[in-house]
């Protein structure tokens, strides 16, 4: 079990601030959403600013301003999770490759195109020189990070830095559309759930965790547990799995208070979490989270900050409950899944 | 050269994305690097990409960079000597 000593998250809605828990839900429409900007100066100077792409950016920031929330200066190790991660950056510096006849290109887009850029820019400005490690596992990316850091927790590292990032791009945005992942109607975040339809909204975010082996004054709760798993045969499947998870971590559904699922908006993708729902959590409230932050390789990374400020709070925002059990939010459990990716998180009210 | 010295001047804000300086406010015979402008050592590699995709100049000796950089006159000075397109 590892202590959660600080988070921060940057996201489509106003949650970079930790003294106001979502107050209200920022509405938009049409089919992604894209991050609410904070004062990138507060961190960067203009020299350096004018080189970095928006993922780098909020990325870099959410990370920082989670190491001032924990007050740690430096953390013990950094370990990072993002699916797509500076695709964006990438694809410009790949295109002034073409552009140029191979001859000339841009240094800038090159510099900042590798997708650990922003763990690394943590540690040049933390000065971490402890270990530092990226993930890109698709909807594995933060569980890779958490695991790695359940790992490093037992090779002796302490106040380790996790976190997870990615953001709208013109790839990822053009991969959904054309898998159909995308609601074709327009559509607003808010009323995402409202009706049973296809596809669903693109997102983006950036949530960061100091983890600890003691806890403090500013503990928010603890993560238990983590397990991912390719997807299930069917919902028996799903749940037989969710079980045994439970039972590993000496639990049972009933001793859950919260589930917080991964659903997308997209009835034939969110069938699965119903099922689970229905066989296994008749007793719990329900919360879902999509509606605030998009569909996105990393949103369970989101959500694990949503459950870490509801075990601090003891309290959930109206605007994330589906199903109200009125039971206090002690032990939490995350279901989410990214094409074929499923993932379960518990969390542990301390 | 009034009229090339203008074109630099939106070129280099444009390829060093300098958010914060308008083309107009940068001096003909203002410094680029350091106490002028305050550009690095990154900018001066986009300043030869710059040179190279825009005007067909490739720079053949590095050491000539911080006298050909060292504003935008002498910038334009080498570009109408040299310039291939």
Known sequence: MLYINGTVCISPQNTSDNSVFLPEVKPYTGNKIYCVDVDYTKFFDPGSIRRMGRLIKFGTAAGMLTLKDAGVETPGAISTGTGYGLMDVSQKFLHNVIDSNETSVSPTSFIQSTHNTVSSNIALMSGCHAHNNTFAHRGFSFESSLLDAFLLAKEGYDNILVGAYDEVSDHSYRSMKRLGLLREEPCTNTELFTAEQKGTIAGEAAAFFLLSKEKNENTYGAFAGCKTFSAPANADELKSITTAFLSANNLSANELDVVVSGHCGDSRLDALNEALIDSLFTQQTILVYKQLCGEYMTSSAFAAWLAARIMKLQSIPETLIKVNRQRQPKNILLYNSHRGNHALLLFKHV | ?85
Do not use: C, W
């Not at chain 2, 350091?34 to 990409?49: F, K, P, Y």
């Not at chain 2, 050491?63 to 040299?82: C, M, N, W």
């Open chain 2, 1 to 85: 050269m009034e009229e090339l010295m203008k074109t630099l001047k939106q070129q280099i804000v444009e390829q060093l994305n300098l958010q914060h300086i308008k083309p107009e406010d940068i001096g003909d015979d203002q410094p680029l690097f350091v106490e002028g402008l305050g550009l690095d050592s990154i900018d001066a590699l986009e300043l030869i990409v710059l040179l190279q995709q825009k005007y067909g100049v490739k720079l053949a000796n590095p050491a000539d960079g911080p006298k050909i950089f060292h504003s935008v006159r002498t910038f334009a000075e080498y570009i109408s000597q040299h310039r291939t397109k």
